[in-house]
């Protein structure tokens, strides 16, 4: 009798460990599932990090000079400076 319980403990505990290979927290199907994930999130950060350098170098631009101040008055204002004609397109 004791030369049976042995390997049926030992195939047991092999059933349980296959098992939350497959079936677990730490299972192929999760770990698959997290790696699209993460991947995602390096996209969306590459994305967020694109915006944030084009932001900061538009915050330098507008530390050193005014041209990009004049720029933006002009574009998103429609200020124009004394004997200009300002002529609006419509599309």
């Given at each position: 009798?004791g030369a049976r319980l042995v390997p049926a403990?030992?195939?047991?505990?092999?059933?349980?460990?296959?098992?939350?290979?497959?079936?677990?927290?730490?299972?192929?199907?999760?770990?698959?599932?997290?790696?699209?994930?993460?991947?995602?999130?390096?996209?969306?950060?590459?994305?967020?990090?694109?915006?944030?350098?084009?932001?900061?170098?538009?915050?330098?631009?507008?530390?050193?000079?005014l041209e990009i101040v004049e720029e933006k008055?002009?574009?998103?204002?429609?200020?124009?400076?004394?004997?200009?004609?300002?002529?609006?397109?419509?599309k």
């Amino acid at each position: 009798m004791g030369a049976r319980l042995v390997p049926a403990a030992l195939i047991a505990l092999l059933v349980i460990v296959h098992g939350q290979l497959w079936f677990g927290r730490g299972s192929v199907p999760n770990v698959s599932h997290l790696t699209g994930q993460l991947e995602e999130q390096k996209r969306n950060n590459a994305q967020a990090a694109q915006v944030n350098e084009r932001l900061a170098a538009e915050i330098n631009d507008l530390h050193e000079g005014l041209e990009i101040v004049e720029e933006k008055a002009r574009a998103e204002l429609g200020m124009v400076k004394s004997n200009e004609i300002y002529v609006q397109v419509a599309k």
